[in-house]
Every structure is written in C-alpha cells, then in structure tokens.
C-alpha cells in the first residue's frame, strides 16, 4: 500500500523537477540572450534613433510651430510615431533572434563578446561617447582634419569600422527619423520635406563621423589590438548576429503610433 501511495508522489515529484529545471534552462537562456544584447552594442540604436529624433525636431520646432502646447505635442507625436525603436521592442525583436540560435551558438557568440579586448574596446567606446560634447573632443577632430593619421592607421579603422557595421546601423537610424518627421509632423506646411531635410543633412556624413570617432575612442589602441578587434568582429558567427539582428530592426514607421516607452 504504501508502495502505490509513494510510486505517483515520486511521478509527480519528477515532473516537477524536469518542470524546474526546463524553468531555470529558460531563464539561463535568456540572460545569455541579454548579455549577448548588451555587449554587442545592437541597443545602442534605440538611443541614436530617440537622440536624432530630437535634434530634427528641435531644428524645425521654432520655425514651424510658435505655440508652447502645439511644439510639444508635435514633438511627443514624433517619438510616438518611433515607438517600434524603443529599447522594449527591439529586445523582444532581438530575443526572437537568438531563439533561433542554438545554445551553443549562443555561447559561442557570448564568449566573442565576452573577450578582454573587447571589453577594453567597449570601456574605450563608453568614455569617447561621454566626451562627444567636451572641446577635448573637438580639438581632437580639428586635429583629425590638419593631419590625418598615417595610411596604416586609417586602414586598420576603416577595417574595423566595417566589421562593426557601424556605418549602416547609423544610416538605418537617420532613416527611420527622417521617416518618422514626416509622418509626425506631415499636418504642417513643412512638414512633407521635414524628413527628407534630416537624410540630407546626415547624407554624406556618417561614414566620416564613424571613423572620426573610431580614431578618437581607440586612440590608446594599439596597431596588433586593433587587428584583433577586427577579427573579432569579423567572425562568421559575429557576422551573422550583426546581419540577423540588422534584419530584424522595423521597417515602416506607424502612422497611427500609440503609447511608446520613449
């Protein structure tokens, strides 16, 4: 008896503990999905789409619109009509991704990531951002301008620069702004050449601020270093996420945007 009593109490205890576990496989999962998010740099476009958003709007916001109340609700209607770039929606873009990755893939990829070069790269890239606005900064692309590196060096960003895909990520958020102005502020009379006004401006002019700011966040890099990074970044496996998670960004911008978590 009591044997029949304990036989389905162990049953259900298994199914519980293969339950837990598939649980904890989930989370790990996950947390591997977000680091490999994190240290790829992917969400920083959410930033740069927002950050766009509002210097298009600020540039065309006094011409076009005298009232206080209308300004900003025009303004809020443009980030509205950016929602898809919000940092939620493009993780959950993102995690669908890597769900097609197999685990080891997964690890794979992370491990890149996870490399000491590229965390020195990263620390570098997150102190060259918090300067972009200092004259520090600016004196060194004056610099830059009277007396370009010398060609070995200037190969060796350009080659890392396009392993990084930088170049394209930022095109692909002067796009998504540039459409997005003219949905938002399409009620204006302005409005209609709103976006193209923002691609013209930053056409032409992504790929020399990549490097420029390449040159400067990776001034303390060394030659050997940066080849590394580039082989890195260069990495079949590193490529396809890069490709796959661009791929996965919004296309169309909604016309009729609802609340965003900008």
């Given at each position: 008896?009591?044997?029949?009593?304990?036989?389905?109490?162990?049953?259900?205890?298994?199914?519980?503990?293969?339950?837990?576990?598939?649980?904890?496989?989930?989370?790990?999962?996950?947390?591997?999905?977000?680091?490999?998010?994190?240290?790829?740099?992917?969400?920083?476009i959410s930033i740069q789409v927002k950050q766009q958003a509002e210097a298009a709007f600020s540039e065309v916001a006094?011409?076009?619109?005298?009232?206080?109340?209308?300004?900003?609700?025009?303004?809020?209607?443009?980030?509205?009509?950016?929602?898809?770039?919000?940092?939620?929606?493009?993780?959950?873009?993102?995690?669908?991704?890597?769900n097609t990755y197999s685990d080891d893939e997964q690890r794979a990829l992370l491990a890149l990531l996870q490399d000491p070069l590229m965390a020195q790269a990263r620390h570098a890239?997150?102190?060259?951002?918090?300067?972009?606005?200092?004259?520090?900064?600016?004196?060194?692309?004056?610099?830059?301008?009277?007396?370009?590196?010398?060609?070995?060096?200037?190969?060796?960003?350009?080659?890392?620069?396009?392993?990084?895909?930088?170049?394209?990520?930022?095109?692909?958020?002067?796009?998504?702004v540039s459409k997005g102005s003219t949905v938002a502020l399409s009620g204006s009379v302005n409005g209609a050449v709103t976006g193209a006004a923002v691609a013209n401006k930053a056409g032409g002019k992504v790929g020399r601020a990549v490097r420029y700011f390449l040159f400067y966040a990776y001034r303390r890099i060394s030659n050997p270093e940066m080849d590394q990074l580039a082989r890195l970044w260069s990495e079949p496996l590193m490529q396809r996420w890069l490709n796959d998670a661009f791929k996965a960004l919004p296309g169309e911008v909604s016309a009729a945007p609802t609340d965003s978590e900008y």
């Open positions: 008896m009591l044997y029949r009593v304990l036989l389905p109490l162990i049953a259900l205890l298994a199914i519980s503990g293969v339950a837990v576990a598939a649980d904890a496989a989930t989370d790990m999962g996950n947390e591997r999905a977000d680091d490999i998010v994190s240290l790829s740099g992917v969400m920083g006094t011409d076009i619109y005298k009232e206080s109340a209308e300004n900003s609700a025009q303004k809020r209607r443009l980030l509205m009509s950016l929602s898809d770039w919000s940092q939620p929606a493009l993780a959950e873009r993102f995690q669908q991704v890597l890239e997150e102190v060259a951002l918090s300067e972009q606005n200092t004259q520090v900064y600016q004196d060194y692309l004056t610099r830059l301008e009277r007396y370009p590196p010398g060609r070995a060096r200037a190969q060796r960003v350009d080659k890392l620069a396009k392993a990084m895909q930088m170049e394209r990520w930022i095109t692909k958020a002067n796009e998504a």
